[in-house]
């Protein structure tokens, strides 16, 4: 019903930005908030940011907070991570989320839809 394309992956070294995308299609969002998470290779998933479809409402994991903002285009129903200062440790598969009213946003069990994820390596 909801389908979400990441793109923008890449190798950058430290310090470095990077800007991902993720397209969304399928049932309008109106009560839904979008999500980043990421994965790296044997550890779980875990929550980055999200934000509310219609009222741009943010929130942050801390150890992203005043790094990363995330955004999001009504019109083009395109949620973007602007990433700045990458570490090492942000290396992972990024994938953009969604979910219907209700649930943790910081919590993948409240997220119905998933894309594929895309690569996010960050050299030192």
């Known amino acids: 019903q909801v389908a979400l394309v990441e793109s923008g992956g890449g190798l950058v070294q430290t310090g470095g930005s990077l800007r991902l995308s993720c397209a969304v299609s399928?049932?309008?969002?109106?009560?839904?908030?979008l999500a980043w998470f990421r994965q790296a290779p044997g550890k779980e998933r875990e929550f980055v940011a999200a934000i509310t479809w219609v009222g741009g409402a943010t929130t942050y994991a801390d150890s992203v907070r005043d790094r990363f903002t995330i955004s999001r285009d009504n019109a083009t129903k395109t949620v973007d991570l602007q990433m700045h200062s990458l570490k090492p440790q942000d290396t992972a598969v990024y994938f953009c989320a969604a979910k219907g009213y209700g649930g943790y946003y910081f919590r993948t069990s409240s997220y119905n839809y998933w894309g594929q994820g895309t690569q996010v390596t960050v050299s030192s």
């Open positions: 399928g049932r309008t969002l109106s009560r839904y908030a």
